[in-house]
Structure formats: structure tokens, C-alpha cells
């Protein structure tokens, strides 16, 4: 099971131009991730709004992360204020599989942001240089300028949709829309079901699944269930569970 430290921005002082603040809408559009990548078979943890980059950081290296993921949406320096545009994705220099994350994130949002997406190394920003985890810094859009500003906030749920797919892609997964949530139970011929980090019997069992537990089902891909179990996400074959 791939998991991510997803990390808003917790700067409440970086006004919207539109009204609002850049903590508020990265924590709108990382609301709306969360039932994307449960749905996908990622699994999270998350800072909270009361936190900083350093308390951030910390909490991502305290765990064992396939990806750091920081949202943030820009500023342009004094004397230019919203005249600049553009989303940027930034990644650790040295890091290939940072490189790699930011590749595929920025490719997905070429196809909803109507101007330039570039991707950047940078050794300046903590969330990149200090993480254990490989790690992805976005600057979505201009919060200063009026269109791009008025871009992110009516379109949270592509944003979130298409940064989610963008991370499946990254991690050789499905991408799955969310679907409601059900309940379940392991039904084998008694033995064990085997939880999987990918929809394959050749993937890598995270964990075995008593007969007759109950499990968290959050979707269905072909002949698959993406279920919860133990605190772990992942995948399963879907005979061997009955909805309840």
C-alpha cells in the first residue's frame, strides 16, 4: 500500500485576493483528496491547520512515507502583485523519485490549469530538503492574481481528482473514483485473505485477513475490492468478501 504525508499550508496570513486564505483552500482541496485516495488504495496521514512547515516536517519523518505532498498556492513579489500566473511543482535536486512525482503531477495538471505548469528544483524549501520521504512541493496557482485565484477555489474537486490520479500514475495503481463506503466480511474456505499493495496476485501481501473480519470496503476496480483492515489499505479479491 503506497502512503503519503499530505501536508496543506497552514498560512492562514497568505490572502486570496477573492477573500480566504491559502490555509483554508490547500485544506478544502486536501479534503477533498481523501476520498480519492481511499478509493485509489493510498493511504494518509495529514498535518493539522494548527501546525507549521516545521511541526509538519517532523511528523511526516516520524512515519515511514512513500511520498511527502505539500499544497500550496503562490505569491508574487511586491511590485508585481497579481500580475504573474502560472502553477509550478517543485522537487528535491538529487531526488529521482521526487523528480519523478513532480513529472507526473505537473503533466496532470497541464490538462485542467489554462496557463504554464513548470516543474523546478529547488534546495530552498524545508518540506523538500529536510523530509525523509521523497517529496513534492506544488504552487498551484497565483492567490494575488484574480483568475488564478478564481481558478483554484471553483475547481477543488478537479484540482483534487487530478492530483490524486496524477499520484496513481506515480505509484503504478488504478486510478478509481470514490464510491460509497460499505461494509464487509472475509468469507474463505478458512483460511487467510491476503491484503495486497496492488491489484495482482503477484503483488506484495501487506498483511494476511482472518476468515469472517470485518473490513472497510471503499471501492470496487474489476475483480478487486480496495478495503481497509487493521489500519492498513489495500487490495483484495472481491469473492473472497461479502458486503454486509
Not at 102 to 122: C, M, N, Q, S
Not at 154 to 173: C, K, M, P, Q, W
Request: aromatic share 10%; no cysteine.
Amino acid at each position: 500500500m503506497p502512503t503519503i504525508y499530505l501536508s496543506p499550508s497552514t498560512q492562514q496570513a497568505n490572502l486570496y485576493v477573492t477573500g480566504g486564505s491559502e490555509e483554508y483552500y490547500m485544506n478544502q482541496l486536501a479534503d477533498r483528496m481523501e476520498p480519492y485516495l481511499r478509493a485509489s488504495g493510498i493511504g494518509f496521514s495529514r498535518n493539522t491547520p494548527d501546525m507549521t512547515a516545521v511541526s509538519s516536517i517532523k511528523a511526516s519523518n516520524a512515519g515511514n512515507y512513500d511520498l511527502h505532498l505539500a499544497l500550496h498556492s503562490n505569491a508574487a513579489p511586491e511590485g508585481q502583485y497579481g500580475k504573474v500566473r502560472g502553477s509550478e511543482v517543485y522537487y528535491y535536486p538529487g531526488s529521482a523519485k521526487g523528480k519523478r512525482a513532480a513529472e507526473d503531477i505537473a503533466e496532470g495538471l497541464r490538462a485542467i490549469y489554462p496557463g504554464t505548469v513548470r516543474t523546478i528544483g529547488t534546495t530552498r524549501l524545508g518540506e523538500l530538503r529536510q523530509t525523509k520521504a521523497p517529496s513534492v512541493f506544488i504552487e498551484l496557482a497565483y492567490h494575488d492574481n484574480e483568475e488564478d485565484a478564481n481558478w483554484i477555489t471553483e475547481n477543488l474537486d478537479a484540482i483534487a481528482a487530478n492530483i490524486v490520479e496524477s499520484l496513481t500514475r506515480y505509484f503504478g495503481i488504478p486510478f478509481i473514483t470514490p464510491q460509497p463506503v460499505q461494509a464487509g466480511v472475509v468469507r474463505t474456505s478458512g483460511g487467510r485473505l491476503n491484503l495486497r499493495d496492488k491489484p495482482d496476485l503477484n503483488a506484495r501481501v501487506i498483511l494476511k485477513i482472518p476468515n469472517g473480519s470485518s473490513v472497510i470496503v471503499f471501492s470496487q476496480w474489476n475483480d478487486w475490492y480496495v478495503i481497509q483492515y487493521g489500519g492498513k489499505i489495500g487490495y483484495v479479491s472481491k469473492q473472497y468478501v461479502t458486503i454486509s
